[in-house]
């Protein structure tokens, strides 16, 4: 996994972008006096907060596997984009209450002057980096870019539902459109950030992988079944982050060598990892003729079945298998195996 050092250069730029935005607030501040460009400058300091967690996870995610963490540190991210979704429903909500207040007494607008415009400007270098992010983001499978991206966002929006807001007042004097605009544009950010949360606890819950792979795994596997003796169960898939885990049991004729066996399993895992990025794929092999390789499809393991399940095309050979037919059963490789 080396995408960790690309994500954490997208951390940096995030942290980059905070610095240049809260210097351009205080400047504003400084040049004005307004205390609403203060305020401002306080959340980006959030925002600088964020970057700095953001990258801090990143860096724990990236750690290779040790004793303790033996499946690696991939699922540190889910930390950093759950406390980001939080951060954006907590904006949302003080956004909300501005509005509530004002809906019940409008105020005035306030004319758009010198520190209006550096809100602005930190507004469109946000969105940029909020883009490149959420770009990089997808090309590397980072929640935790993505959240970030989202949080930036959150303030690109903040910024223009005021902005929307002073132009429609204007243009049409109806002070109330202003507080309207503010709330739905709090209800779409609390959308955002609930979603980074919900996603970030189905992470830390182990959620399998998305349909469409899930999907290809099968394919793989039913391919094999089509044309060998073998059948699986136990198909297990999760997300962790950056990382994939897939496991899977894999029966085949109870008198197949190891060695052809894990040549089968060798074959499946390399098919798995073609079709899945950063995926670590677990097999165990299993005979079918043994009732003891049925116990195992859930969890927790069960009582053996009464009767095996049928292997299509290989009738009657699962209990005796000298019975098979030589040909139908021959495991892939059998002849080099038995040189
Ligand atoms: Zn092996
Ligand atoms: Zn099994």
């Known amino acids: 996994m080396n995408n960790t050092a690309y994500t954490k250069k997208f951390a940096y730029l995030s942290i980059t972008a905070a610095v240049v935005t809260i210097a351009l607030k205080m400047f504003a501040f400084l040049a004005t ?29 990236a750690r290779p596997a040790d004793e303790e963490h033996a499946y690696g540190h991939s699922k540190a991210e889910y930390f950093s984009s759950s406390i980001e979704g939080m951060l954006i429903v907590f904006a949302a ?7 509530l207040n ?31 992010l959420l770009n990089a983001a997808a090309k590397y499978d980072s929640i935790a870019l993505e959240a970030d991206a989202h949080h930036l966002m959150t303030d690109v929006w903040t910024s223009a539902g005021v902005l929307v807001g002073v132009i429609v007042v204007v243009a049409t004097g109806w002070t109330i459109l202003d507080p309207i605009i503010a709330l739905i544009m709090a209800a779409n950010i609390v959308r955002t950030g609930a979603l980074l949360i919900y996603r ?44 994939r885990f897939v496991s899977m049991h894999i029966l085949v004729p109870g008198h ?12 499946i895992e390399d098919d798995v990892r073609e079709r899945i990025p ?21 969890l927790d393991r069960s009582e053996a079945p009464e009767v095996l399940p049928e292997v299509p095309g290989l009738k009657g050979a699962q209990d005796n298998p000298s019975e098979a ?9 059998a002849g080099e195996v038995l040189l």
């Open 33 to 61: 006096g307004s205390v609403g460009l203060l305020s401002d400058a306080m959340e980006s300091l959030v925002n600088l907060a964020a970057a700095i967690f953001t990258l801090f996870f990143l860096i724990l995610a």
């Open 325 to 333: 037919p030589p040909q139908a059963s021959s495991p892939p490789n």
């Open 200 to 243: 970030s606890a189905q992470g830390l819950m182990d959620r399998g992988l998305p349909d469409d792979q899930r999907k290809s795994i099968v394919d793989i596997l039913e391919g094999y079944v089509a044309t060998q003796q073998i059948q699986y169960h136990a198909l297990r898939t999760r997300q962790a982050g950056m990382r």
């Open 278 to 298: 950063e995926v670590t794929v677990f097999t165990h092999l299993e005979p079918q003729n043994d009732p003891k390789s049925w116990q195992d499809t859930d």
């Open 93 to 99: 909500g003080s956004i909300a209450i501005a509005a």
């Open 256 to 267: 197949w060598t190891v060695q052809a066996g894990h040549n089968l399993l060798e074959r």
């Open 102 to 132: 004002r809906l019940a007494e409008p105020q005035p607008i306030e004319q758009i002057e010198f520190g209006a415009v550096l809100s602005i400007i930190s507004a469109v270098v946000n969105f940029i980096v909020a883009r490149t």
